[in-house]
Nanobody, 126 residues
Framework: VQLVESGGGSVQAGGSLRLSCTSS????????MGWFRQAPGREREGVAA????????YYADIAKGRFTISQDNARNTVYLQMTSLKPEDTAMYYC?????????????????????WGQGTQVTVS
């Protein structure tokens, strides 16, 4: 499984960005896709996740009301639309795919494992 993120950049507070994550490889056992972020000196935290077969979305509290996760299965792409961005949203944003045996994360009511990771895309809000 390979994951490639794009769409990061620098934006002023209150602005918006849309991140994209394109996947390739054998994704049949990856039931969820997720977005995570990590700021310098802080642990990686979950932002949002989506069920690949049904598009049910799950959000961490930091994302509710501002971020929207979606997917285009025909393009093997997951998106994270971020609005009303704040300086505290500044972080490296990572796309991840579910893998049994990966690291456990909780996103709202969802608790599952993620084991495939992209290289990340930087988001800077000033």
């Amino acid at each position: 499984v390979q994951l490639v993120e794009s769409g990061g950049g620098s934006v002023q507070a209150g602005g918006s960005l849309r991140l994209s994550c394109t996947s390739s490889g054998n994704m049949r056992s990856s039931h969820y896709m997720g977005w995570f972020r990590q700021a310098p000196g802080r642990e990686r935290e979950g932002v949002a996740a989506i069920y690949r077969s049904g598009s049910t979305a799950y959000y961490a509290d930091i994302a509710k009301g501002r971020f929207t996760i979606s997917q285009d299965n025909a393009r093997n792409t997951v998106y994270l639309q971020m609005t009303s961005l704040k300086p505290e949203d500044t972080a490296m944003y990572y796309c991840a795919a579910h893998e049994a045996g990966g690291t456990w994360y909780r996103l709202g009511p969802l608790r599952t494992q993620f084991g495939y990771w992209g290289q990340g895309t930087q988001v800077t809000v000033s």
